[in-house]
T-cell receptor, first 113, second 113 residues
Framework: KQEVTQIPAALSVPEGENLVLNCSFT??????LQWFRQDPGKGLTSLLL?????REQTSGRLNASLDKSSGRSTLYIAASQPGDSATYLC????????????FGAGTILRVKS | DGGITQSPKYLFRKEGQNVTLSCEQN?????MYWYRQDPGQGLRLIYY???????QKGDIAEGYSVSREKKESFPLTVTSAQKNPTAFYLC????????????FGEGSRLTVL
């Protein structure tokens, strides 16, 4: 059964720092991996989608990498800002389940001004 | 603008009552999903539907029911059989492909009094 783990569970950094969030999954047979952002009391906003054939995706200050063989993905946030404070979740789409995603529990990020 | 609309945003229910949460999308997506989110836990899949008039149980379907009469709409009914219904409910959709990106609505918070 596919399991997704995110480390750390919470992270607090000063404004301007570069940071890395980690996501690991137990089964490398996936179609893709997606990173989301969630603000308190809100829905999830899609940040980046990496297909299984890709190694990384970039959007603005965000860069996500995927190493399928080791079951790992990282989300790199450059020059963090207080507005980046949120919960970040990763999810994989396992080949075993078809059209369903498996989510990690998330990393709560706080960027201090 | 294209998106997913959930209503109501907040809902209070007395024990023993059924309630229905609405989810409408105008993204022309085939697949729609209902997730439940509890504090400290990852998202758990309740039901999903890949095409009209067809849906499958997710990991925690007991006490819930759905219908998919139209492509745009996927309402979720929380029945009195659901033992612990207080939670944040999220609706999502994607194209009917294993590589499709998942998009979420803003969520509905249900509280049982």
């Amino acid at each position: 059964k596919q399991e997704v783990t995110q480390i750390p569970a919470a992270l607090s950094v000063p404004e301007g720092e570069n940071l890395v969030l980690n996501c690991s999954f137990t089964d490398s047979a996936i179609y893709n991996l997606q990173w989301f952002r969630q603000d308190p009391g809100k829905g999830l906003t899609s940040l980046l989608l990496i297909q299984s054939s890709q190694r990384e995706q970039t959007s603005g200050r965000l860069n996500a990498s995927l190493d399928k063989s080791s079951g790992r993905s990282t989300l790199y946030i450059a020059a963090s800002q207080p507005g980046d404070s949120a919960t970040y979740l990763c999810a994989v789409r396992p080949m075993e389940y078809g059209n369903k995603l498996v989510f990690g529990a998330g990393t709560i990020l706080r960027v201090k001004s | 603008d294209g998106g997913i609309t959930q209503s109501p945003k907040y809902l209070f229910r007395k024990e023993g009552q059924n309630v229905t949460l609405s989810c409408e999308q105008n993204l022309n997506h085939d697949a729609m999903y209902w997730y439940r989110q509890d504090p400290g836990q990852g998202l758990r899949l309740i039901y999903y539907s890949q095409i009209v008039n067809d849906f499958q149980k997710g990991d925690i379907a007991e006490g819930y029911s759905v219908s998919r009469e139209k492509k745009e709409s996927f309402p979720l009914t929380v029945t009195s059989a659901q033992k612990n219904p207080t939670a944040f409910y999220l609706c999502a959709s994607s194209i009917y492909e294993n590589t499709g990106e998942l998009f979420f609505g803003e969520g509905s918070r249900l509280t049982v009094l």
